[in-house]
């Protein structure tokens, strides 16, 4: 019996001695596993702090475009208020320019107008004068004619009487 508690406790004694090794190699993955579980950990809060970064830097630059394009919303709404008033007055004078060009060329119409009237009467008052002036002619060399005439009877009586006295 002895024999058989000597195998028993030699058989327990391997059995122990089996636990204790696959316990160690247990262990052994296991820290091994703890150890990549610790180094998979690192690296992961890493990358979470560079995300975390780089979507703090994402988030302040969102916050910058939508500032920029507020500003720039604003800046736009001003040059179109500003070209609409430009666009009003560009209106209000070209509607002036044309009514006093319009009122212009209705005074250069008239003046016109007034002109060819004038030329017309002066025209008129032209002729008149150039036919009273050959009217005048015409009796000028009538009374030269008359004159000559006159002279020659005179000088005619002279002779006669000059004649007779004689």
Excluded: P
Excluded at 67 to 72: P, Q, V, Y
Excluded at 149 to 162: G, S, W
């Amino acid at each position: 019996m002895k024999l058989v508690v000597d195998q028993f406790e030699q058989a327990m004694m391997a059995m122990m001695s089996d636990q204790k090794s696959t316990k160690t190699d247990a262990m052994v993955a296991l820290e091994a596993e703890k150890a990549q579980l610790a180094t998979d950990l690192n690296k992961t809060e890493q990358a979470f702090a560079d995300l975390h970064h780089k979507y703090e830097k994402l988030k302040e630059v969102s916050t910058n475009l939508r500032k920029n394009e507020e500003t720039l919303k604003a800046t736009v709404e001003t040059a179109q208020q500003a070209l609409k008033k430009a666009e009003e007055r560009y209106d209000a004078l070209k509607s002036h320019a044309q009514k006093k060009i319009e009122g212009a060329n209705t005074e250069i119409a008239n003046v016109r107008e007034q002109y060819k009237n004038e030329i017309k009467v002066l025209t008129a008052k032209m002729k008149l004068i150039e036919a009273e002036l050959a009217q005048t002619q015409r009796k000028l060399v009538a009374k030269e004619q008359d004159n000559k005439e006159l002279t020659v009877i005179c000088d005619d009586m002279l002779k006669q009487l000059e004649s007779r006295n004689q």
